[in-house]
């Protein structure tokens, strides 16, 4: 009942398709995901929908302030749940690997620098490309380009 409340608060139907959709995003351990991650998923749940339903209703979810769309390494568009929680992340350039990070200082400085060019803070996003250690204990290595989003810790 929670997310059909969610979705109605949003303006949104609660159509099978967009409580599915929710319901990943909401019970999923891995936080950021593309268009076809989710469709994949869906598949694997045996739920017969199409790619570009999964597209309007990521869309519509976005315009609703339900979800916050990224464009991370590879070109394509990472969603994730928009829950209110104010985090920054550090981007893999090889894996596409997605850690979320909240750093006090990091925030006061860009408030610092903000409002020493006169401005006022709206909102900011940073997104840090790097390169994330390898599982074996070798140094990081530079490869080829990003795949996915996924795998957030």
């Known amino acids: 009942m929670a997310r059909e409340l969610d979705l109605k608060n949003a303006g949104l139907k609660a159509t099978l398709p967009r409580m599915k959709v929710l319901d990943l995003f909401q019970g999923s351990k891995v936080r950021h995901m593309t268009a076809e991650d989710v469709y994949r998923l869906l598949m694997d749940e045996g739920m017969d929908v199409g790619l570009a339903t999964i597209y309007r209703v990521l ?15 590879g070109g394509k568009s990472i969603f994730e749940l928009h829950d209110g929680d104010k985090h920054d992340h550090i981007v893999c350039v090889n894996t596409g690997q997605v850690v979320e990070f909240h750093d006090a200082e990091i925030e006061k400085r860009i408030e610092k ?8 803070l709206v909102d900011h996003v940073l997104h840090i490309r790097a390169l994330a250690p390898s599982k074996d204990g ?13 795998g957030t810790r």
């Open 59 to 73: 869309t519509q979810f976005e315009q609703a302030g339900l979800l916050k769309r990224h464009h991370f390494e």
């Open 113 to 120: 620098i903000v409002k020493e060019h006169g401005f006022e």
């Open 138 to 150: 070798k140094p990081p290595a530079r490869g080829g380009a990003a795949k996915t989003g996924r």
